[in-house]
């Protein structure tokens, strides 16, 4: 299965950081450490999204027991 990538333009100053924190760890590349970050990033969003606190479940059965949707 062949990947499909694209470029994407940042600062020459962040570019810097990033090779200077990536070097010396079993990050190859820029580009690598970046698509990691960023996946990892997605991920925690699509986590917190999904699921809701006990709390918040009480307060939208509440919600909807005050409308008239349940009993």
Same mark, same amino acid.
């Given at each position: 299965?062949?990947?499909?990538?694209? /470029?994407?333009?940042?600062?020459?100053?962040?570019?810097?950081?990033?090779?200077?924190?990536?070097? /010396? =760890?079993?990050?190859? =590349?820029?580009?690598?450490?970046?698509?990691?970050?960023?996946?990892? +990033?997605?991920?925690?969003?699509?986590?917190?999204?999904?699921?809701?606190?006990?709390?918040?479940?009480? +307060?939208?059965?509440?919600?909807?027991?005050?409308?008239?949707?349940? /009993?």
């Amino acid at each position: 299965m062949e990947k499909e990538f694209t /470029d994407v333009s940042i600062p020459s100053s962040l570019y810097k950081k990033i090779e200077e924190k990536i070097k /010396d =760890s079993e990050i190859t =590349s820029v580009s690598s450490y970046i698509t990691k970050i960023l996946r990892e +990033k997605f991920s925690e969003k699509e986590e917190s999204a999904e699921a809701l606190s006990k709390e918040d479940e009480e +307060k939208v059965k509440e919600r909807l027991k005050a409308l008239g949707y349940i /009993d």
